[in-house]
């Protein structure tokens, strides 16, 4: 049966009209998990979410339960959630989907996190240029207030003494705002640059506060977990990374989108099957797996590749935020690299030398392999500069432009050395050497 024949379960976006508003995500049972959670005791949540295997929707894939299970105990200082919503990797798009269509699932999410965790404040926070979802986003967040779902009043809504408050704080317009650290920067009205770390924010976060920090899509896999338990939902998809992912598929399939589907799925029937396709029956060059951060794999190398964490590990890959970007056979590589670079090196905060200095050159360099002026040499010094910059920086936007330059230049390297000018080998150069007199020669010929 084909995936797209197949009835995977939808559990983050489920296809119910209108769930966006209160009415209708309370008529199917919205909130019910955050009252179910006051039965529990905080500690037994974290187990509960470690028991799932829940992993970080956000990048890192970091077990979620485990974060949490960071999060000092005692209510001695005020602690913080915040939710990063960012996304402004290239090729993601997924949380975005969330927002628009299940708010109140994420805003549910935060709640029983925030209990598990003895927080009390979360902030909701939104890339710049989603004006519209930071909106809609908002007034789910106006909604559950005024229906007493969250603030003060939920004490008498659901009882017990818990209470949390949720700000909507639209980020700067940066894609290093992303970066967990500098997003507790700019919640503080600080230029966003990425902290050193140690301290992680789980002790010294947002104000100096412990803070956790956790993905749109990591809290909205909350509530599922409570409602079929954790033993149920590690069930789902593939053993070490389970659960459903929301997988943006863009670039040149005839059905890009968000695609919901469990974990571990074959990559190749996810784009010929759930995306339809490459127009034209074209053959595949290239497929990015997980955002264009993440190693590009190779189209005849996708024969095998399982969609999840440990499967595109295997690849040489990983699965970043699950955003798939597929190239057809007429894309231009070196030129897509090129662009890809000028993302980086614009996007970089400067702080550190190798990222600043190094995406810069990567630009400059890949320039000149674009129009032709470069030679081979050009191509191992392009792997140099990637390999230099790579562990060598305070936050990893350093590697987001090192990895795509290594990999992409080292497993297409044809595609490159056909857009540059042969060098001269050395065999060559030796030949020509040997052509001229030596000095010998020369200046026996001088004395004569
Ligand atoms: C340059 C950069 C940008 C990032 N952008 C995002 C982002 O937009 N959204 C996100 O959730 N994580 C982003 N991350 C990862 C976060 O630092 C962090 O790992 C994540 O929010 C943790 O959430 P999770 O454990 O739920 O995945 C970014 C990391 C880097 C280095
Ligand atoms: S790696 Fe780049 S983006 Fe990250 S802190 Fe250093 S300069 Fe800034």
Redesign the pocket.
């Known amino acids: 049966m084909s995936l797209s024949e197949q009835n995977f379960p939808k559990l983050i976006i489920p296809p119910i009209e209108n769930l966006h508003r209160l009415d209708v995500y309370r008529a199917n049972g919205g909130y019910e998990m955050y009252r179910k959670a006051l039965t529990m005791q905080p500690g037994e949540i974290i187990d509960e979410v470690k028991r799932s295997g829940l992993r970080?929707?956000?990048?890192?894939?970091?077990p979620?339960g485990l974060?949490w299970s960071f999060m000092p105990k005692g209510n001695d200082k005020p602690k913080y959630l915040c939710i990063?919503?960012?996304?402004?990797?290239p090729g993601?798009f997924k949380?975005r989907l969330i927002f628009e269509a299940n708010p109140h699932l994420m805003i549910e999410g935060i709640l029983i996190a925030g209990y598990a965790m003895g927080i009390h404040t979360a902030f909701i926070y939104i890339?710049g240029e989603y004006h519209r979802w930071v909106r809609i986003v908002e007034e789910a967040v106006e909604e559950a207030y005024a229906a007493g779902l969250i603030g003060p009043r939920m004490k008498e809504t659901f009882g017990g003494s818990y209470s949390m408050e949720i700000v909507v704080h639209k980020g700067a317009g940066a894609?290093?705002c992303?970066?967990?650290t500098s997003?507790l920067n700019s919640l503080e009205g600080d230029r966003p640059y990425p902290r050193v770390k140690p301290p992680f924010p789980a002790n010294v976060g947002v104000y100096g506060m412990p803070t956790t920090?956790?993905?749109?899509e990591?809290?909205a896999n909350v509530p599922v977990i409570l409602r079929m338990g954790g033993e149920a939902y590690s069930k789902i998809g593939a053993e070490k990374h389970p659960g459903t992912l929301l997988l943006g598929i863009s670039g040149h399939v005839n059905r890009p989108g968000v695609y919901e589907v469990p974990s571990g799925l074959p990559l190749l029937d996810i784009i010929n099957d759930l995306a339809g396709g490459v127009p034209g029956g074209k053959a595949i060059k290239a497929v990015i797996p997980g955002g264009t951060s993440m190693p590009i794999i190779r189209g005849d190398a996708l024969e095998g590749v399982m969609m999840d964490a440990e499967g595109l590990k295997a690849a040489g890959s990983a699965i970043g935020?699950g955003g798939i970007i597929v190239m057809d056979e007429d894309t231009d590589i070196p030129h897509m690299l090129r662009r890809l670079i000028h993302f980086y090196h614009h996007e970089s905060c400067g702080q550190c030398t190798p990222c600043r200095e190094g995406c810069g050159w990567l630009e400059k360099v890949l320039t000149r392999v674009d129009t032709g002026e470069a030679t081979s040499e050009d191509l191992d010094l392009l792997v140099d500069i990637a390999n230099n910059i790579e562990g060598n920086t305070i936050?990893?936007?350093g590697e987001?432009a090192a990895w795509p330059t290594r990999f992409t230049i080292t497993r297409l390297r044809e595609e490159f050395e056909a857009k540059v000018k042969p060098t001269l080998s050395l065999p060559v150069l030796n030949r020509v050497h040997s052509l001229r007199p030596s000095a010998h020669e020369e200046a026996a010929a001088v004395s004569n």
């Open positions: 970080g929707r956000g990048g890192a894939c970091f979620t974060k990063n919503g960012d996304e402004s990797e993601s949380d890339r894609y290093i992303g970066e967990e997003l920090i956790n993905n749109v990591t809290l935020t936050c990893a936007l987001a």
